[in-house]
């Protein structure tokens, strides 16, 4: 008995691991057929930074040992996954997409990493993403441009560009990522994946490489809903070693899973529908709506009107978190150093102009400026206080819904190249997801359909109260049941 | 808001970063663009409006952890990654002359 190592691949996260429990495969075949499709896609895709085969291969003998003697670590044990090269791995090469980070090897394993392995899944790679999570392309990795597969003249989206084209194109069965200002749910919107930013709290950072810490949140990305639900279950709750990580009990998220949309509110923001949207992207999720509507959904008019000042408010507090975050790339504890700099000065700002590509460069300048001497006021603390104002709109928005539903992306993937040269246009395709970081909120992206024409995933957003990942993951569900799966993308 | 070169410089400096002279003309002009964006912010009256400080209520952060000693990295291990060191002590060009 043998499965085609391709079908293996594209087997659900679930699947998967209730096929080696019930030995029907090996966490062998599993991992030796993610293996392989990497080795025959990735020169196009770009998905992955580093694989560590040796080291995935004995974690998978481990897997199939404990199979044997018909022990079980979780549903996920032994199935091949990946983590964005943001999370730290013991004596495995971590760069956060930077060249100053080049051959680092961390002395410790981040707290999702240690979970992940804790829970039997097998970790495969590290994989790409924007420089220190900075972008909405990929386009700013210092190491290769990471392709989509749905087209591959077009970004996968970013930062977490490379969680989703891989997770897309069947390279591993689920990956995780990190969402700042919408770098899990865009990838995931332009791969057609299932991505999920959790309350800021809800997952520790603990190893996790900081860019804004008041907005920085670990999560999964997935094929399937179901499978994103039992991957933030195995990553999240509290945990001692980050004091911004919650104490708040862990939901079952698998539990009502099935309950379906009967009864939801789900409100609409009417700013979030009012221009600003590619028309293929307006009819993809316009149809979701009422989808939703048909299975017994109440449809909320709803207003967010702080919404068009969180780009504003963002571009300030994340640059700002960010320039003091990446003061620690100097060339003294770890990373690229200048050699032959005359003092301690020279030797900072030479390994920092030599390590770092424009966009940190830009975002540490930008941030420099808003919290120097004189700017503070006029900016950090304004953006802070506007930020208030978004949560306030939201806080409002909740008491008449029970979860909130737009579009992740005003349009669908944009080509490799489109917006390097303009800044601004690239922050702007984080419109719709920014606030909900702002907000500290939860925040998911679930396919819900091919826009016409161009035949590429559009993801609707689903942003839902604190710590109410469940009704999110409950409402994505339903509509993926009614949906039925996308089909999968074009072989790279 | 047209930020001057002069200015540019300062910020540099400011956040130990060497620029070249076009890199110093491209920021000048992308950050000026990018702080005309976040003027929008100015149309909101915020005088009344508390900060957000923090983005978990109050009740929901854990309680800080007894101040006792514990296990950590041991130096070796968590000084490895050093460009240069001595020993367990990380080494750095020269600061007085």
Known sequence: ?492 | MALSLEEVRRIAELARLRLSEEEERTFAGQLSAILDHVRQLEELDVTAVEPMTHALAAGELPALREDAVRASLPPEEATAAAPAREGTAFKVPRIIE
């Open chain 1, 1 to 492: 008995m043998s499965t085609p190592a391709k079908e293996l691949c594209r087997l659900g996260l679930r699947e998967a691991g209730a096929g080696v429990a019930a030995k029907a495969i090996s966490s062998s075949e599993l991992v030796e057929a993610s293996l392989a499709r990497i080795q025959a896609t990735d020169g196009k895709l770009g998905a992955f930074l580093a694989v560590s085969a040796d080291r995935a291969r004995a974690a998978a003998k481990a897997a199939d040992a404990r199979a044997a003697r018909g022990e079980r670590r979780s549903e996920l044990d032994g199935v091949p996954v990946a983590v964005k090269d943001i999370f730290v791995t013991k004596g495995v090469p971590t760069t956060a997409g930077s060249r100053i980070l080049e051959g680092y090897l961390p002395p410790y394993d981040a707290t999702v990493v240690e979970r992940l392995e804790a829970a039997g899944a097998v970790i495969v790679g590290k994989l790409n993403m924007d420089e220190f999570a900075m972008g909405s392309s990929n386009e700013n990795s210092a190491y290769r441009p990471c392709h989509n597969p749905w087209d591959l003249s077009r970004t996968p989206g970013g930062s977490s560009g490379g969680s989703a084209a891989s997770v897309a194109a069947g390279q591993v069965h689920a990956s995780l990522g990190t969402d700042t200002g919408g770098s899990i749910r865009e990838p995931a919107a332009f791969c057609g994946v299932v991505g999920v930013k959790p309350t800021y709290g809800r997952v520790s950072r603990y190893g996790v490489v900081a860019f804004a810490s008041s907005l920085d949140q670990v999560g999964p990305l997935a094929r399937e809903v179901g499978d994103a639900a039992l991957v933030l279950r195995t990553i999240a709750g509290h945990d001692p070693r980050d004091m911004t990580s919650s104490t708040r009990p862990v939901d079952d998220y698998l539990g009502p899973l099935e309950e379906g949309a009967r009864g939801l509110r789900v409100g609409v923001p009417r700013e979030w529908l009012s221009g600003g949207l590619d028309a293929g992207v307006e009819a993809a999720i316009r149809a979701a709506l009422d989808t939703y509507r048909r299975l017994g959904a109440t449809l909320v008019d709803v207003s967010l009107p702080h919404s068009k000042y969180g780009i504003g408010a963002y571009y300030l507090i994340a640059p700002a978190e960010a320039s003091s975050n990446l003061a620690r790339y100097d060339g003294v504890r770890f990373g690229l150093r200048a050699e032959g700099a005359k003092g301690l000065k020279e030797m900072y700002a030479e390994s920092r102009e030599r390590g770092l590509g424009a966009e940190p460069k830009r975002r540490i300048m930008l941030g420099t400026y808003a919290l120097s001497s004189g700017y503070y006021d006029a900016y950090y603390l304004r953006a802070q206080k506007v930020r208030t104002l978004i949560r306030r709109d939201f806080d409002e928005a909740f008491r008449s819904c029970d979860v909130i539903a737009g579009p992740v992306t005003p349009s669908v993937a944009f080509r490799l190249g489109e917006r390097t040269g303009d800044p601004l246009q690239m922050y702007l395709a984080d419109i719709f997801t920014i606030t909900c970081n702002l907000a500290a909120l939860p925040g998911l992206s679930v396919p819900c359909g091919l826009e016409a024409g161009s035949g590429l995933p559009v993801g609707l957003q689903l942003v839902g109260r604190p710590f109410d990942e469940a009704t999110l993951f409950r409402a994505a569900r339903a509509l993926e049941r009614e949906l039925g799966p996308l089909p999968a993308p074009p072989e790279p």
